[in-house]
């Protein structure tokens, strides 16, 4: 069976750029191959890459396999030493059309120094296979340099993609019927430093929805809690059509460990963030990505932590239990042993669908606005809540009150409005 498979790991962005490649091999002719985008954040995404390589050689064995992403990024020898494995692209490469083109006659390792990398070019995705909801890269890389992070040195310097280019990419999705939009990069709040003038994200989120006024909803990956500028939490407050939701980049929620992960803020700075929103709007949810088990984190250090989780109210959590990556400060302090990472990232989680239910149960009887997403009436509501809105169609945003919450859901019913796509 001849057929164009792409495979991505990891995040939001390469989740955008797994479409790009889609669009070039597409256009370059390449119907029968397999891509596998990787992630490089934990030993475990690396794992199961490799596991997906040697899976998808057994079940198409004369199909060409192309290893791309982070992981690839960072150690090309060690994918390229994979007998199933034809090529090997950098993270530059994987997104220039004449990589495409020059297949499969083209070297089999193309990997270049990613930190010499200076400019990121807007890509103009025309769509996302299965989703009511599209991505819109506005910024890749990463100037700082956490010391447990190995993403700076799969993804380069920090860079950003023109304003101009952002709301290009913003109204062909727009036309192609796309309700939603969420902008992501690796670090977005340092989106602009690079650029004539220096922009602001603030400024990139309000030219965006005056200038695109027939987008709905517009949302922000996951932002660093130092980094929100003026005049983006002018843009919070100010227009509805950016959604009640943050996702916070945390890691942490013991000082001294946020210290030894070199992050730019401390316990207090997420609260008081969390503050400012919900004074802005009361209707704000957050979400947070966080560590468990990092190096020398003691019993008091981890409480900090998980107490943070109810006190600023974190609803969306993505846990993941430290993962020591090789060339990083923290790979080389004392390390917890993998069971108390684990022990604790469990924990973590448990308060984090705690405080979900709290929060699905609070919005019972309510009225929500959901985005449907699938056949089957699934889709998420302003604050990225999931919900159901029985027989509702993909592309619709429904208007209805919650009248209970199943399997870890707003059921909504009683359409009040339901504007079509």
Known sequence: MRKLDILTFGCRLNAYESEVMRAHAVAAGLDDAIIINTCAVTAEAERQARQAVRKARRERPGARIVVTGCAAQIDPARWAAMPEVDRVLGNDAKLKAETWKDEPGAARVAVNDI??????????????????????????????????????????????????????????????GFRELVLTGVDITSYGADLPGQPKLGQLVRRLLRTVPELDRLRLSSIDPVEIDDELWIAFAEEGRLMPHLHLSIQAGDDMVLKRMKRRHLRDDVLKVVERARSLRSDAAFGADLIAGFPTEDDAMFANTLALVGEADLVHLHVFPYSARSGTPAARMPQLPVVVRRERAAQLRAAGEA?????????????????????????????FAPALVPGATPGMIVEARCERVDDGRLVLDKVVRAEAA
Do not use: K, W
């Open 355 to 383: 405080r979900l239910a709290a929060f699905l149960a609070s919005r019972v009887g309510m009225a929500e606005r959901v985005l449907v997403e699938t056949d089957d009436g699934r889709g998420h509501s302003e604050q």
């Open 115 to 176: 930190q010499a990398v200076r400019e990121q070019a807007g890509h103009l995705v025309a769509g996302f296979d299965g989703r009511a909801r599209a991505f819109v890269q506005v910024q890749n890389g990463c100037d700082h340099r956490c010391t447990f992070c190995i993403i700076p040195y799969g993804r380069g310097p920090s860079r950003s993609v023109a304003i101009g280019e952002v709301v290009a990419q913003a109204r062909a999705l727009v036309a192609a």
